[in-house]
Structure formats: C-alpha cells, structure tokens
C-alpha cells in the first residue's frame, strides 16, 4: 500500500521552528522527486519547496526563502522540512507530495500535517 505519512506539525510560536517529516512507503521513493505544498482555508495550495531524487532542491515560495530547508534521505525514504523564524502566515496544513514522469506521470500526496504559529 502506497503511502505517504506527514508529522512534525503543531503549534508553535512567532520566530520558533518545526521540522516536518514525510514518510513513504510501498513504493521506491528514492526514485521520486518530493515536494510540500501547503494550503490555507479557502485558498488553493501553493508550492514550497521541491526536491529532486539525488537531491537537488529548489526553494519555490519566496516568502519562505532563507527560512525553510528541505531535505531528503533515501535510505530511511523520509523527506523533511526544516522550518525556521515561523510567523504567522506561515500557518497552514503543509502537504508532503511525490512524483515520477516515465511511462506517465505517478504522483502520491499525504494527508497534511497542519502547522499554527501563533502567540
């Protein structure tokens, strides 16, 4: 069963950090490139960040540059999000998302981890 497994969420206040994990099983993750996207109530989801399978990554949002982190390990098919200076705005259900284009594309999301920063 393909899954892919958010957590590190929660609450925390303005200028802390959260680091969010995104696990993934039945399927061979090292293969796929990850990304997370998070989504406000009522607004549609945007890009955050992007990483590519050896591990290029690409920092999408800029309201979140020189802030945010991502990474991957192959080995433990994990990705993760290294989130620093947290304001306000950066509250939001954070989705962890895989995809490979061969033959087709592939794609698998998470089920969201939501992150509140608030005082």
């Known amino acids: 069963q393909v899954q892919l497994v958010e957590s590190g969420g929660g609450l925390v206040q303005p200028g802390g950090s959260l680091r969010l994990s995104c696990a993934a099983s039945?399927?061979?993750?090292?293969?796929?490139?990850m990304a997370w996207y998070r989504q406000v109530l009522g607004k549609g989801r945007e890009l955050v960040a992007s990483?590519?399978?050896?591990?290029?990554?690409?920092i999408n949002l800029h309201s979140v540059k020189g802030r945010f982190t991502i990474s991957r390990d192959n080995a433990k098919s994990t990705g993760y999000l290294q989130m620093n200076s947290l304001k306000p705005d950066d509250t939001a259900v954070y989705y962890c998302?895989?995809?490979?284009?061969?033959?087709?594309?592939?794609?698998?999301w998470g089920q969201g981890t939501q992150v509140t920063v608030s005082s």
């Open positions: 998302y895989a995809w490979v284009t061969a033959w087709g594309r592939t794609e698998y």
């Open positions: 039945g399927f061979t993750f090292s293969g796929f490139s």
């Open positions: 990483i590519t399978p050896d591990g290029s990554s690409t």
